[in-house]
């Protein structure tokens, strides 16, 4: 039986890119889930990105870096963490037309930001600058987790979890304005958004949490990574 492929936007460590990589969690995930996971490497060629999108069943948008302001029409503020221009440019062009090609698309914490981005939506560049949130920043394991939230009922998310779960928080950055199209899925309970959903795609769903390392642990994730792959 084919198994389906499943594409992973590749990450950068340096703007020059001396290596690309996924985390092995993202690729464990897609595998304990039953597909094939292949990482995308960084590429300005529109063919090679197209190429991308006919090999793939669907797409996994990873962690990483911040994504640099101008992309969102504003200007760099304390708090904002690394960018990369290269990586920015190249993920924004895969996202876009993987969207198009409609595709199942699940977007993991940089990647739930991307998608906001992409459609038209801003960032709050650090969550310090606001006067009350919970924590987002866990200092424990990356497998614990660290808070509650609050999934929105009639969602795509609320098909597959109770109405309250616990997510492990690594992020600084959240969602000010919400993209065109998009809908709110979950939030913690200060009132940031923790989930996504793109209303008019087949199944587009972004999360701020980080369920692939969950997984390390125990399989209340597993079937957000299944239902990708279904």
Not at 17 to 32: L, M
Not at 88 to 112: H, M, T, V, W
Not at 165 to 175: D, E, K, R
Request: hydrophobic fraction near 40%; proline fraction near 4%.
């Amino acid at each position: 039986m084919h198994r389906k492929i499943i594409g992973l936007s590749a990450n950068i460590n340096k703007d020059n890119p001396i290596a690309e990589y996924a985390n092995v969690s993202y690729v464990q995930s897609i595998i304990k889930a039953g597909g094939t996971p292949i990482i995308l490497p960084v590429s300005d060629d529109e063919g090679i990105i197209e190429d991308y999108i006919a090999l793939c069943d669907a797409f996994i948008f990873t962690g990483g870096k911040d994504i640099d302001p101008k992309f969102y029409n504003a200007e760099p503020q304390k708090g904002l963490g690394e960018t990369s221009t290269i990586l920015d440019e190249y993920q924004l062009a895969l996202l876009y037309k993987a969207l198009n090609s409609k595709k199942p698309l699940l977007g993991i914490c940089r990647g739930f930001q991307l998608l906001n981005v992409a459609l038209g939506g801003t960032l709050i560049q650090d969550l310090d600058r606001l006067d009350y949130t919970l924590k987002h920043t866990q200092d424990t394991d990356p497998t614990d987790t660290s808070h509650k939230v609050i999934i929105e009922k009639r969602t795509k998310l609320s098909q597959l979890f109770e109405d309250e779960i616990y997510v492990n928080s690594y992020h600084h950055q959240a969602i000010d304005k919400l993209g065109d199209g998009l809908i709110v899925a979950a939030r913690a309970k200060d009132g940031i958004i923790e989930a996504i959903e793109l209303s008019d795609h087949p199944f587009c769903l972004a999360v701020q949490w980080h369920p692939e390392k969950m997984l390390e642990k125990d399989d209340e994730m597993l079937v957000l990574f299944k239902r990708l792959i279904s």
